[in-house]
């Protein structure tokens, strides 16, 4: 990455956050590796599936969406510590299955925030890994509900994703139906 020294000043107006879409991608599906520039650490060229794979659309409640990019020290040196989070409201035997599917996979993801900037985390070496909290509240208001936690740990910060996904979100499979259990995937 080209080092740039300069002030960090603080924006005017509304400081407006959070996640509002993730899209998911066994890694294996990726085509090639994410094109990223040297000097901005930003992806400049779409991230292609293999033919005959779309993009997996994973929607949880409102609010729950979460990112955090922790840096971190070690003997062997810097690291950036990636995860993702978001809880899914409807858990049975298809939603366990997918996930249980998951668990084995490590997955690619691009995420849009309210800003509507997107970053891309994985690649074709290394990706996401879920694990996940099934929980049953008993309690009058009691809920059932699976917290879906994708971590890595990654030499490099996630970059951003400067490409359009239009056409992602055009192809895309909604990883979750309308009844709410997941859709499976190979």
Do not use: C
């Amino acid at each position: 990455m080209k080092p740039v020294y300069g002030d960090i000043n603080l924006q005017p107006g509304a400081h407006v956050g959070g996640l509002v879409q993730v899209l998911l991608a066994p890694i294996e599906w990726l085509n090639d590796d994410v094109l990223i520039d040297f000097d901005t650490r930003s992806v400049v060229a779409p991230a292609a599936l293999k033919a005959g794979r779309n993009w997996l659309l994973i929607e949880f409640t409102p609010q729950s969406y979460d990112y955090i990019e922790t840096d971190k020290d070690s003997g062997s040196g810097s690291y950036s510590e990636i995860a993702l989070s978001g809880t899914i409201n409807k858990y049975n035997e298809a939603v366990q299955q997918q996930l249980e599917t998951m668990r084995y996979h490590q997955q690619v993801a691009i995420l849009t925030d309210r800003n509507k900037r997107k970053k891309i985390v994985g690649n074709t070496d290394a990706g996401l890994r879920l694990l996940k909290v099934h929980e049953i509240k008993n309690n009058p208001n009691g809920k059932q509900s699976a917290d879906l936690i994708f971590r890595l740990d990654s030499e490099e910060a996630a970059p951003y994703y400067l490409s359009d996904i239009s056409a992602f979100l055009a192809d895309s499979h909604r990883l979750i139906d309308d009844d709410g259990a997941f859709i499976l995937y190979e």
